[in-house]
C-alpha cells in the first residue's frame, strides 16, 4: 500500500469518526419526542383549567363577582321544562314568565340611587330574506316573542347609547337547550343582577335581548332589529351563543373593522379565547350554523363581539343538553368575562360617536389563555413583510459565516440551500399526499369517523405518515448525496433554513391574500428568525446551537398545541352533525397536517443528526399501524351512547298530492330519514329489514314531484336528497292537519296578471314551496316587499321558499300570490303554479303513530333520534 492510499484510508476514518462524534443518540429523539407530548399535556392541562366557581356565600367576600351558583339554580328551572321550540308552550309561556320573574326580582334588587331597570315582552311580525347561493329563502314570523330589559339611569334623561347583549332562550326539538342556549341566557340574567347592583350608573345603557326565536333562521334577533324602538341606540353589542356543553368561551368574532372592541377586550377580559383562526373559519361557513351576530351586524350594522362555547359538542341539539352537563367552572368563566367586558363598554367614550372609530379588521390571538395579542390588518402587512425580510437576512448571515468556515462559496452555499429547499419542499408534497390519500381510501371503504370518539388515532393516521415523509426525505438526502465540504450539523442547518424559507413564501401569499390566520407562520418564523441570530452570535457553537434553536420551538410549540386543541374539539364533533356526502377524512386529515407542520416543520430535519434514526421512523410506522389495527376493530367504531352519539333526522310523513281540479291524485305516507353522517343510510337499512320495510333513496321521485315530494323543514335540506332516504309506510291523521284555503282570485285580463287570495292553518313551524308553471311569473306576493330569485330550479322551474313560524299568535296566516302570463305547455293550460304547504310537528310527540313509536324504538342506545310528524298538501292553481 502507497503512502497516498494510507493517508485516504487514513482520512476517511477519522471523516467516519468526526461523522459519529457529530451524530446523536436514538434516545434523544425519544427524548425529543417526549419532551413535545409533555408541553401538549401541559398545554392542555392550561387549556382545560378553569377558575372557581363561585358560591352565594361566595357575595359578601367577593363583592361584584359574578356568582356562578346563581346562574346554575336559574338554569335548573329553565331547562327542567323540556325543550323550549319556538311557538311551543313551554317557550311562549313558560320561559317567558320565567324570564320576567327573574328580571323583575333584579329590579327590585337594583341599587335604586344608580340604575333602573326595566323589561317588556316584544311581541313581533315582519320577514327577512336569507340569500343562500342555491336555496334562498323568506323568513316570516308572526306573533314570535322576545323578553327584552334594559338598565338606564335612575336619574336624569335616558341615554342616546347602549351596549346590547344577547343570547336566545329557545331550544331545538328533543333537547332541553340547556347548553344551547340555556348557559348564555342565565349568564346574561347573572350579568344584568351584578351590573343593577353597580354603586354608580354607566355612561350608556345596557339593553338585554332575550331572543325566543333564534334555532328558526334568527327570526328572534331580526324582530328585535327590525321592529322594536330601543334598537335605534344600540352601538355595540355582545351575543352570546353555545354549541357545546362545557369549556371556555371563545370569542370568535369581532367588528367588523373595528379593532377597538379588541382592546377592550385584551384590557378587561380576565380569561381570554380568542383567535382570528376561529373567526375566519367560520366565516368560510367550515360551521353549520350562524350567530345572532350575522343578524346584528349585516342588518343591523353596528359592530360587535360573539362568544360561544364550541368545544367537544357531541351532545349539542341532543335530548342529552341537560342542566348536569354544564359544568359551574364553565358559568364562571364565562359570567367573570361578559361581566368584566360589559362594565368595560358600558363606560367607552367610543359609544359617543362609534363610526369615527371604525378601522380595519384585525389580528389577533390569545397565548395560552394568558394574554391577548391583536393588531390590525394593515399592521400585519407591515409585520409579515417586515419580518420575512429580517429572516431572509439572518439566514445570510448565516449563510455567509458557514462559507467562511468551509471551502464552499456564497454561491455553492445558496445552491446547496436550494436543494435543502427542494428535499423539504417534496418531503412535504408525500408527508401531505399520503395523509389525504389514506382520508380518500378509508373514504372509499367506508372505514370514516373512527376518530370521533378515539380522538388520539388522528395521530395514528393521519399525523404519523406526515412525519414519516418528512423526517425520511432529509435523512435519505444526507445519507445518499454526499458533501465532503459540509459537516452533518451544517447540512441540517441549510434544512432548517430551508423550511423556514418555505414558511416565509406561504406568509407572503397568505398576507397578500388578506388571510388574517397566516399570523400562525409569522409566529414560527419569529421564533426561529430569533434562534437564527441568536446562533450567529454564538457562532454555531457546536451542539449548543442545537439546544438554542429547541429552546426557541417551545412557545411556538406550546402555542401550535393550544390552536390544535381549540380546532379538533370543536370540528371533531361537527363531523357527526354536516353533510353525509361529503368526505369527513379529509378535512380531519388537513387540520392534522397543518398541525404537524407547525409542530414538527423545524424538529423532523434534526432527525438526520442521530444515529441509527431509522429506529425512530420505524417506530414512528410501528404507531400508525397499531392506530390501523384499531380503527378496523370495535374500538374504532365512532358513536357511543350518551357522550358521542349518532344522530338521526326522522319525518313520519302524510303526503297529499291533488290535480289542477282539486281531486287527490296520490295520497301516501311513510318515513323520511335526513342523513347526519356517513353512517346514517347502513343502520336505517338495517333496521328497516327487521321491520319488513325498504329503505330506499329518493331516485326520480325529485323528478316527478316539486323538491322530492318531501316535507323538509328546511329548503337546504334538498341539497342532501341523493343521501336521503324513504321508508314506504302508512298515512295518518293529524289533529293539527294543514288546512289551506284559496279565498278568492282576481284577474287582470289587460295586464295578464292573476292575484290568489289565500289562508293557512296548521302548526308553528309551516314552510311554503311556490313554484310558477313554465310561461308564468311570480311577480308579487305578501311574504315580502320584494320577490327575490329562484332557489335550484325544478324541471325547468323556479322554486321560491317561505319558512314560516308563528309564536304566541296562532291565528291562520293571510297571504297572497300574483303571477304573470299563462303556461306554454298544452299539458299545463290554466295552470299557473304548483304550491307545496308543510307543516312540521316538532314537538307534538304525543302526535306520534304507533307504528312510527316501534320503528324509533328499535334504534341503539348510541342512537340520539328526533323524530316527529311531518304533513305535506302540494296543489297546482
Known amino acids: 500500500m502507497d503512502m497516498e492510499s494510507e493517508a485516504d484510508l487514513f482520512e476517511s ?103 333602573r331597570v326595566e323589561v317588556e315582552v316584544q311581541r313581533a311580525y315582519g320577514d327577512m330574506y336569507l340569500d343562500y347561493e342555491k336555496y334562498p329563502q323568506t323568513s316570516v314570523y308572526q306573533g314570535i316573542q322576545n323578553v327584552v330589559a334594559r338598565i338606564v339611569p335612575a336619574q336624569g334623561s335616558e341615554p342616546d347609547h347602549y ?62 332589529v327590525a321592529h322594536h324602538r330601543w334598537f335605534a341606540k344600540v352601538r355595540t353589542f355582545i351575543n352570546m351563543d353555545v354549541a357545546a356543553n362545557g369549556g371556555r368561551d371563545i370569542m370568535f368574532q369581532a367588528g367588523p373593522k373595528y379593532s377597538f372592541l379588541m382592546e377592550y377586550y385584551r384590557d378587561h377580559v380576565p380569561h381570554p379565547y380568542c383567535t382570528a383562526v376561529a373567526e375566519e373559519l367560520f366565516q368560510a361557513d367550515l360551521v353549520p350554523s350562524e350567530t345572532d351576530y350575522l343578524i346584528y351586524s349585516t342588518v343591523g350594522n353596528i359592530p360587535g363581539m360573539d362568544f360561544a362555547h364550541s368545544t367537544w359538542g357531541y351532545l349539542y341539539h341532543t335530548a342529552y343538553d341537560a342542566y348536569d352537563t354544564i359544568p359551574n367552572t364553565t358559568l364562571q368563566h364565562t359570567g367573570d368575562n361578559v361581566l368584566a367586558l360589559a362594565k368595560a363598554l358600558a363606560n367607552a367614550p367610543e359609544l359617543y360617536d362609534i363610526r369615527e372609530h371604525e378601522g ?131 447540512r441540517v442547518q441549510l434544512l432548517l433554513h430551508a423550511t423556514c424559507v418555505l414558511y416565509a413564501l406561504i406568509l407572503v401569499v397568505l398576507t397578500a391574500m388578506s388571510i388574517r390566520s397566516g399570523y400562525l407562520f409569522t409566529m414560527a418564523i419569529l421564533f426561529y428568525t430569533v434562534t437564527t441570530l441568536v446562533n450567529v452570535s454564538i457562532k454555531y457553537a457546536p451542539f449548543a446551537w442545537l439546544y438554542v434553536h429547541l429552546a426557541g420551538q417551545i412557545a411556538p ?63 414512528v410506522a410501528v404507531f400508525f399501524v397499531v392506530s390501523i389495527v384499531v380503527m378496523v376493530t370495535s374500538a374504532g367504531f365512532p358513536f357511543r351512547a350518551h357522550t358521542s352519539p349518532q344522530r338521526f333526522y326522522i319525518y313520519h310523513c302524510t303526503r297529499e298530492f291533488y290535480h289542477q281540479n282539486g281531486t287527490l291524485r296520490r295520497l301516501e305516507g311513510g318515513y323520511y330519514v335526513h342523513p347526519q353522517d356517513r353512517y346514517t343510510g347502513d343502520l336505517i337499512r338495517e333496521l328497516a329489514v327487521k321491520s319488513d320495510l325498504s329503505a330506499v333513496p329518493l331516485g326520480d321521485e325529485c323528478d316527478k314531484e316539486l323538491y322530492c315530494g318531501i316535507p323538509f323543514y328546511q329548503n337546504t335540506q334538498h341539497g342532501q336528497r341523493e343521501n336521503g332516504l324513504w321508508i314506504q309506510g302508512n298515512p295518518f291523521t293529524l289533529p293539527e292537519a294543514i288546512d289551506l284555503q284559496l279565498v278568492d282570485s282576481q284577474r287582470d285580463p289587460e295586464l295578464n296578471i292573476t292575484t290568489f287570495f289565500f289562508t293557512a292553518k296548521g302548526t308553528d313551524h309551516m314552510s311554503f314551496y311556490v313554484s310558477p308553471v313554465e310561461g308564468v311569473k311570480l311577480v308579487g306576493w305578501s311574504f315580502s316587499k320584494t320577490i327575490p330569485r329562484s332557489g335550484l330550479a325544478w324541471n325547468g322551474q323556479e322554486v321560491h321558499f317561505v319558512n314560516f313560524v308563528h309564536g304566541i299568535d296562532d291565528r291562520p296566516h293571510e297571504f297572497y300570490l300574483t303571477v304573470h302570463g299563462t303556461a306554454s305547455k298544452a299539458a299545463e293550460a290554466g295552470w299557473s303554479f304548483y304550491l307545496n304547504t308543510v307543516a312540521q310537528y316538532m314537538h307534538h310527540e304525543q302526535y306520534r303513530a304507533s307504528e312510527f313509536q316501534q320503528f324509533v324504538d328499535q334504534f341503539p342506545d348510541y342512537a340520539h333520534v328526533v323524530a316527529y310528524p311531518a304533513h305535506l298538501v302540494s296543489r297546482i292553481y
Open 360 to 490: 380595519s379588521k384585525a389580528v389577533f390571538f390569545d397565548f395560552l389563555n394568558w394574554f391577548l395579542v391583536y393588531y390590525p390588518l394593515w399592521a400585519s402587512i407591515i409585520l409579515n413583510v417586515g419580518l420575512v425580510v429580517v429572516a431572509l437576512c439572518a439566514i445570510g448571515l448565516s449563510v455567509w459565516m458557514m462559507a467562511r468556515r468551509t471551502s464552499l462559496t456564497v454561491g455553492q452555499l445558496l445552491l446547496q440551500g436550494l436543494t435543502s429547499m427542494g428535499v423539504v419542499l417534496l418531503s412535504l408534497i408525500v408527508g401531505i399526499g399520503l395523509s389525504l390519500a389514506l382520508a380518500a381510501i378509508l373514504n372509499a371503504v367506508d372505514s370514516t369517523m373512527s376518530w370521533f370518539t378515539q380522538t388520539w388515532l388522528i395521530f395514528g393516521l393521519y399525523v404519523c405518515p406526515f412525519l414519516i415523509a418528512t423526517c425520511t426525505g432529509p435523512l435519505l438526502y444526507i445519507h445518499f448525496v454526499k458533501n465532503d465540504h459540509l459537516s452533518l450539523h451544517a
Open 163 to 224: 351596549l346590547m347583549l344577547s343570547s336566545h332562550f329557545d331550544s331545538v326539538p328533543q333537547s332541553p337547550g340547556a347548553g344551547d342556549d340555556g348557559t348564555m341566557s342565565v349568564i346574561m340574567l347573572e350579568v344584568m343582577r351584578q351590573l343593577a347592583q353597580g354603586k354608580r350608573s354607566y355612561e350608556h345603557g345596557l339593553v338585554f335581548v332575550f331572543n325566543g326565536c333564534e334555532e328558526n333562521t334568527l327570526q328572534g334577533s331580526h324582530a328585535f
Open 557 to 619: 410549540i406550546a402555542y401550535f398545541s393550544s390552536v390544535s386543541l381549540t380546532a379538533f374539539a370543536t370540528f371533531i364533533p361537527m363531523q357527526g352533525r354536516g353533510n353525509a356526502g361529503a368526505n369527513p377524512e379529509l378535512l380531519i386529515a388537513l387540520f392534522a397536517v397543518l398541525v404537524g407542520l407547525l409542530v414538527a416543520g423545524f424538529l423532523t430535519p434534526l432527525v438526520a443528526l442521530a444515529r441509527k434514526a431509522y429506529l425512530y421512523i420505524a417506530l
Open 13 to 115: 476514518a477519522n471523516q467516519k469518526r468526526s461523522k459519529r462524534d457529530a451524530q446523536i443518540s436514538p434516545w434523544w429523539l425519544l427524548g425529543l419526542s417526549a419532551a413535545v407530548a409533555g408541553v401538549y399535556f401541559l398545554v392542555y392541562w392550561n387549556w382545560a383549567a378553569m377558575p372557581i366557581a363561585l358560591r352565594r356565600a361566595d357575595e359578601l367576600t367577593h363583592p361584584d363577582r359574578f356568582i356562578a351558583e346563581v346562574a346554575k339554580q336559574h338554569l335548573f328551572e329553565m331547562s327542567n321544562v323540556g325543550p323550549r321550540v319556538a311557538g311551543s308552550y313551554a317557550n311562549e309561556i313558560v320561559t317567558v314568565q320565567f324570564l320576567l320573574r327573574v328580571i323583575n326580582e333584579i329590579a327590585a334588587e337594583a341599587n335604586p340611587a344608580a340604575h
